[in-house]
């Protein structure tokens, strides 16, 4: 079964910066379909953005392009999510997904069997 752990997330000012982490355990397929995905206090979950750990394949929601990048480790089963420019509206819980498949641009939470715990990113006007 796959493991998922965020790091990293915490307070920041508007217009600061913040890298997430999402430590994997326990895969052994050659390929994960990678995403993070936040969810904002009474909203509901959305897509950040995926990547595809045996390609690099990287996929952004619309609304994510320019601000935010993720990338990869793959030494340290690790993806990351920098996250620049914070406004008070990236307020969520940032949640780390996989699913033993390519992406191929699929971004909804039904298409991801495992998660993480999430981490609390909170940005202060």
């Known amino acids: 079964r796959v493991q998922l752990v965020e790091f990293g997330g915490g307070s920041v000012q508007a217009g600061g910066s913040l890298r997430l982490s999402c430590v994997r355990s326990?895969?052994?397929?050659?390929?994960?379909?990678m995403a993070w995905f936040r969810q904002a206090p009474g909203k509901e979950r959305e897509g950040v953005a995926t990547?595809?750990?045996?390609?690099?394949?990287?996929y952004y929601a619309d609304s994510m392009k320019g601000r935010f990048t993720i990338s990869q480790d793959n030494a340290k089963n690790t993806v990351y999510l920098q996250m620049n420019s914070l406004q008070p509206e990236d307020t969520a819980m940032y949640y780390c997904?996989?699913?033993?498949?390519?992406?191929?641009?699929?971004?909804?939470?039904?298409?991801?069997?495992?998660w993480g715990q999430g981490t609390q990113v909170t940005v202060s006007s």
């Open positions: 326990g895969s052994t397929y050659t390929n994960l379909c």
């Open positions: 997904a996989a699913d033993p498949r390519y992406c191929f641009g699929k971004f909804e939470e039904a298409d991801f069997g495992h």
């Open positions: 990547i595809d750990t045996g390609g690099g394949d990287t």
